[in-house]
């Protein structure tokens, strides 16, 4: 049985990243009480994350003041990395449900972590998200892939450089 963590409704739920752009690690934070959880994420996983939190909100009542206090908090060492990521939501107390589950190998079990956020959090981490995410490397015009300031082997160029005009 993989251990599982059920924090239930978080105090924050916030966002952020480690390093330097082209290197940044990605961090999903909650806390509740004074158990923080923080969790490694990848950008693809925090990008997907805000676009389904707004797309469901968009359907729910308007939010009301959005936390503003959106920083990780320290130490923001991971305790682990984030595999899959589920999202709900529970009409009858009014919460998103997240359940976050570790990446670990197809044989084993890994940690779970499962806690509640309002929809103002959601919405805030939706907004910080969308942000982080799009202050990254800007994406190729030929294959999406980030460009990066050393170069892009772009694989829709076969190794070849892009035509010029």
């Given at each position: 049985?993989?251990?599982?963590?059920?924090?239930?409704?978080?105090?924050?739920?916030?966002?952020?990243?480690?390093?330097?752009?082209?290197?940044?690690?990605?961090?999903?934070?909650?806390?509740?009480?004074?158990?923080?959880?923080?969790?490694?994420?990848?950008?693809?996983?925090?990008?997907?994350?805000?676009?389904?939190?707004?797309?469901?909100?968009?359907?729910l009542p308007r939010p009301g003041h959005l936390p503003e206090d959106l920083d990780l908090e320290e130490p923001a060492e991971p305790h682990w990395v984030v595999g899959t990521l589920g999202v709900s939501y529970e009409e009858l107390i009014d919460r998103v449900v997240l359940v976050a589950e570790e990446l670990v190998a197809e044989d084993e079990e890994g940690d779970t972590a499962r806690f509640t956020v309002t929809r103002e959090?959601?919405?805030?981490?939706?907004?910080?998200?969308?942000?982080?995410?799009?202050?990254?490397?800007?994406?190729?015009?030929?294959?999406?892939?980030?460009?990066?300031?050393?170069?892009h082997q772009c694989p829709r160029t076969n190794g070849h450089r892009p035509p010029t005009t």
């Amino acid at each position: 049985m993989s251990p599982s963590l059920d924090l239930g409704d978080v105090d924050r739920f916030a966002v952020g990243t480690r390093g330097a752009v082209g290197r940044r690690v990605f961090l999903l934070q909650c806390r509740s009480d004074t158990t923080v959880l923080t969790l490694k994420v990848e950008k693809q996983q925090v990008a997907v994350l805000a676009e389904y939190l707004g797309r469901l909100l968009k359907d729910l009542p308007r939010p009301g003041h959005l936390p503003e206090d959106l920083d990780l908090e320290e130490p923001a060492e991971p305790h682990w990395v984030v595999g899959t990521l589920g999202v709900s939501y529970e009409e009858l107390i009014d919460r998103v449900v997240l359940v976050a589950e570790e990446l670990v190998a197809e044989d084993e079990e890994g940690d779970t972590a499962r806690f509640t956020v309002t929809r103002e959090q959601a919405a805030a981490f939706a907004v910080r998200a969308t942000t982080l995410v799009e202050a990254g490397r800007p994406p190729c015009p030929l294959c999406g892939l980030p460009l990066d300031p050393s170069g892009h082997q772009c694989p829709r160029t076969n190794g070849h450089r892009p035509p010029t005009t």
